[in-house]
């Protein structure tokens, strides 16, 4: 039974998923509400929260928060740093609209997604995006990481911009599906400066020889397209998917462009204004399952 989920777009005959960024819907959706989240699960979505390392508490070790900056003052009502804020503080906390007003929406943390995802359709898939790199993960941060994802791993990829920060998590959840950003730390310049197109997708696959899925910067990917060279295709052959990152509004004719480098999956903010421009939107995401 079809529905009108904003799950995918098919353009030119190919199907590419659509990615709630920060669990957004629609455009004027609060980043990381755990409605959406939940009813991103429940539908078939493939959804994209952040994860940041929280603070230890009186009677709790660390773990890890959905939110993408460090600095709370912002998107919650609290102020310091995540990371010195333990997990009942940042429970108390409610999250900002995009107007910065006080939203019925508390802070979420990793280890809570285990009770909220109850209903979870097979064909969901939730993206830890982790906003840390290797050398934050001491034993403690890797125990409560194993913790709190366990309940839901099958359903859920990790991706970070840190290869060995993935390969240390992965490897301790052995069910948790592998991503990677090969462009951050100046790369998407590097390549496009030095043309070295090649080069960046071995570096990619070596780095991460587990990764299903490589997070492509919309910029280095189109750039890179108009000069004569298919990234996506590149990394088809060594049997990636590509996600091309991020596209805030829905008439951004960049949208048409990555549709026609038949990429797997989009990032955007809107997934449904996307959905209704192409005039499509299908059950489940679809997501190919080893």
């Given at each position: 039974m079809s529905t009108a989920e904003p799950i995918a777009v098919t353009s030119d005959g190919h199907r590419t998923r659509l990615k709630w960024h920060r669990a957004r819907k629609r455009a004027e959706d609060p980043p990381f509400t755990r409605s959406r989240i939940v009813e991103g699960m429940a539908v078939?979505?493939?959804?994209?929260?952040?994860?940041?390392?929280?603070?230890?508490?009186?009677?709790?070790?660390c773990g890890f928060a959905i939110l993408h900056d460090r600095d709370l003052a912002g998107a919650t009502t609290g102020a310091g740093d995540v990371g010195a804020a333990p997990a009942d503080y940042l429970r108390s906390l409610s999250l900002r609209d995009n107007d910065g007003h006080r939203i019925d929406e508390p802070v979420t943390l990793v280890g809570d997604l285990g009770g909220l995802l109850t209903d979870i359709h097979p064909n969901a898939l939730l993206q830890l995006d982790l906003k840390q790199s290797a050398d934050d993960l001491d034993e403690p941060t890797v125990r409560a990481f194993v913790e709190a994802v366990?309940?839901?791993?099958?359903?859920?990829?990790?991706?970070?911009?840190?290869?060995?920060?993935?390969?240390i998590l992965t490897d301790a959840v052995p069910r948790l599906r592998v991503g990677y950003d090969p462009c951050h730390h100046g790369a998407v310049d590097r390549v496009l400066r030095w043309r070295t197109y090649r080069r960046f997708v071995d570096h990619a696959v070596a780095a991460s020889p587990r990764a299903e899925v490589i997070y492509l910067d919309r910029r280095l990917a189109l750039?890179?397209?108009?000069?004569?060279?298919?990234?996506?295709?590149?990394?088809?052959a060594t049997g990636r998917e590509i996600d091309i990152y991020t596209f805030g509004r829905a008439d951004d004719p960049d949208i048409d462009r990555a549709l026609e480098l038949h990429t797997d999956q989009i990032t955007t903010d809107d997934p449904q204004g996307v959905a209704r421009r192409f005039g499509s939107a299908t059950e489940g995401s679809g997501v190919s399952r080893p």
């Open positions: 078939g979505a493939s959804v994209e929260v952040d994860l940041v390392i929280h603070g230890p508490g009186s009677s709790a070790s366990a309940p839901f791993a099958e359903h859920a990829i990790l991706s970070c911009g840190d290869a060995e920060a993935v390969r750039t890179v397209a108009d000069r004569g060279t298919d990234l996506v295709a590149a990394f088809h």
